[in-house]
């Protein structure tokens, strides 16, 4: 469903994606209008795929509510999470499909502009999509009239400004304004009032790449492919540590294990210490529970998260006490540093860790765990306790020999 032009040697161009049946899912959308695709959208049990898992029509709908005036539609493409490169092989080999949700997505909340801001780090993605905007632009499809008698839509697109932080939403609508890239307190929620206070709706492009399937087949038609609240399918990125590393496209509901063992053909040197899924900011799963079910809740379940669906793979010659530092290393190097836990927090741990722990720094750290999980202004912060506690839970005995 969505891989299907992906490395296939060159981008798809406006040809092959029509051929492929590309843009019927928007041209379906503009003759339903906006109520028929909320309800396709909302059927489909569809849910964000840039880290949430908020469902996406419900985000759409609390945009399409807000008093009348304009609305803004903005493509989170700055995929910045560790091990994940999802949405850059999404939009190097199939622009188009991105562009086309896009374009149904505004339909849907009534946006007449929408901002691709694309990780400046993928030259090639930046390119592909600009050059793929044009090519809709002049065969009528995008511009003053979606189609030549639908709305206008606007598509800008935008290079990222560097920083990891930039893809947590609020933090790259101040990106976008020209702001310093520090997180927003919330509410007010983007739908509410978001790029310049215009209720906006910020989506990741893989979340976007699904949405024409929806309107072509149905919602009831994917609802019918994944595992209870978590549908359709999700793309997994494997680390280099895999046999087999790479993209797969898995139906949600997979065990674990198969993704690890069967699709990535498990470790090169077979010594699996743990997986993190999602990025770092989320919980590590060791290998006896493997067999849990690839879903939202059974993830979350764990203490783990589906998250952009990045899977790192750990060996045993990394050591958890230093696996620890270089999370929070990484976690204090990209706070914005807009609220204190967060600030302070992320860096007192990744001292803590470069030494031994004694008694007064094992408390110190847990205490400020606590306060992250519990006082954050964002998912960065709220990530990093997520992963110490999976890493309390689960390695605690690996732990011991980081103590003084
Ligand atoms: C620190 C941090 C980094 C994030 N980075 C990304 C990112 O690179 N791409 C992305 O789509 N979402 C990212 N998110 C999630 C976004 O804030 C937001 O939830 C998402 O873009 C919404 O789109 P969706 O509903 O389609 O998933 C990040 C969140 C946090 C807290």
Not at 50 to 75: I, Y
Not at 109 to 120: F, H, M
Not at 159 to 176: H, M, P, Q, R, V
Not at 305 to 316: C, K, L, Q, S
Request: glycine residues 14%; charged residues 20%; aromatic residues 6%.
């Amino acid at each position: 469903m969505l891989l299907d032009r992906v490395r296939r040697g060159s981008p798809a161009q406006l040809g092959d994606y029509r051929a492929d049946a590309g843009y019927e899912g928007l041209s379906r959308a503009l003759s339903s209008g906006p109520e028929a695709i909320l309800g396709e959208v909302d059927t489909s049990g569809l849910r964000g795929r840039g880290g949430a898992g908020f469902p996406t029509a419900r985000k759409w709908r609390a945009a399409r509510a807000q008093p009348d005036g304009p609305r803004v539609l903005v493509v989170n493409a700055d995929e910045g999470d560790p091990g994940a490169y999802i949405d850059r092989f999404l939009l190097e080999d199939d622009p188009h499909a991105v562009l086309e949700g896009t374009a149904i997505a505004a339909l849907a909340v009534g946006a007449e502009r929408a901002y691709i801001y694309v990780r400046r780090e993928y030259p090639r993605a930046l390119a592909t999509v600009r050059a793929a905007v044009a090519e809709a632009e002049s065969a009528g499809i995008l511009g003053d009239a979606l189609f030549g008698d639908g709305p206008p839509l606007t598509v800008t697109v935008v290079e990222g400004k560097g920083s990891y932080l930039c893809g947590e939403e609020t933090a790259l609508l101040n990106a976008l304004e020209g702001r310093r890239p520090m997180v927003r307190a919330r509410p007010p929620y983007p739908a509410q009032s978001g790029l310049h206070g215009v209720p906006t709706v910020v989506n990741n492009v893989e979340t976007l790449a699904a949405v024409p399937w929806i309107l072509r087949h149905g919602g009831s038609a994917y609802a019918g492919i994944g595992s209870g609240t978590s549908t359709g399918t999700k793309v997994v990125s494997l680390n280099s540590l895999f046999r087999k590393p790479g993209l797969y496209e898995v139906e949600f509901g997979i065990p674990l294990r198969e993704i690890v063992e069967g699709l990535g053909g498990g470790l090169v040197d077979d010594h699996l210490r743990g997986v993190i899924v999602g990025g770092p900011l989320a919980g590590i799963i060791p290998p006896h529970l493997l067999d849990v079910s690839f879903t939202f809740d059974d993830l979350r379940d764990i203490g783990a998260e589906v998250g952009h669906g990045g899977i790192v793979a750990f060996d045993d010659t990394t050591p958890i006490g230093e696996l620890v530092r270089h999370v929070f290393r990484f976690g204090a190097y990209e706070s914005c540093g807009a609220c204190t836990p967060c600030r302070v927090g992320a860096a007192r741990v990744e001292q803590l860790f470069s030494g031994d722990l004694d008694e007064a720094g094992h408390a110190e750290w847990q205490a400020t765990i606590r306060a992250l999980a519990a006082t954050s202004l964002c998912g960065h912060g709220t990530g990093l306790a997520e992963f110490a506690r999976s890493v309390m839970a689960y390695y605690g005995q690996d732990l011991e020999s980081c103590r003084a």
